[in-house]
């Protein structure tokens, strides 16, 4: 008993002497979470917008809908890394959309013949020597896209051809995060995806 007290006394001791740790500061930057719409449902509000034309508008008037540049870049440039695919995207979204709207919808990009290749077959193109000389269009929907810090501003109008007057517009707010980035390897929720090997 005479030696089992000293060795208490001394882990006892030795517990106070120790200093309590120091609260851990989190250094985990806080993850961006993944916009909660596809491009597609974001188009959707650009859509539904455009529908209320302003002007008499004849149901068999075709309408073409052509890509969205920068703002700042109208005759050059679209929007760089996910903003080119955003651009396309918004656009392909466009076409189908307001066919299912019931519009008489344009693609323009028809080739005069079907491309066949060993893995692929096509006919689109935006060759303008292999497209169809006849173009029969009324109205055409345009855009341009505007990058905020978080957002890409949208900015749509159904123009006729003829006259020039803007007979609808739409806006919408499409987060930067809304289309794959470029790197190799990205997580989304709890999964990881690879794009390339």
């Known amino acids: 008993m005479r030696l089992l007290l000293p060795l208490l006394f001394v882990n006892l001791t030795a517990c106070s002497l120790t200093p309590e740790p120091e ?5 985990d930057a806080a ?3 993944m916009a909660p719409y596809t491009v597609n449902q ?3 509000n650009l859509s539904i917008q455009l529908s209320h034309i302003k002007e008499p508008y004849k149901s068999t008037a075709f309408i073409a809908v052509t890509s969205f540049y920068l703002a700042d870049a109208l005759d050059s440039k679209l929007a760089d890394g996910q903003g080119a695919g955003l651009s396309q995207q918004i656009q392909e979204s466009l076409i189908t959309q307001f066919t299912q709207l019931g519009y008489n919808t344009i693609e323009y ?11 692929a077959d096509s006919i689109l193109s ?7 000389q006849r173009q029969n269009i009324d109205f055409v929907i345009t855009g341009t896209l505007t990058r905020q810090q978080h957002a890409y501003i949208a900015n749509a109008r159904m123009v006729n051809v003829k006259t020039g007057h803007v007979v609808s517009a739409a806006t919408t707010e499409i ?5 794959w980035g470029n790197e190799k ?4 929720g709890d999964y ?3 794009s390339e090997y």
């Open 23 to 27: 609260p851990s500061i989190n250094t």
């Open 192 to 194: 990881i995806y690879r």
């Open 126 to 132: 935006r060759d303008i020597s292999r497209l169809q």
């Open 175 to 179: 987060p930067i995060n809304v289309m």
């Open 109 to 119: 990009r028809l080739e005069n013949s079907l491309n066949l290749s060993s893995n």
């Open 31 to 33: 993850k961006a979470a």
């Open 42 to 44: 974001y188009v959707n």
């Open 185 to 188: 390897i990205q997580q989304r």
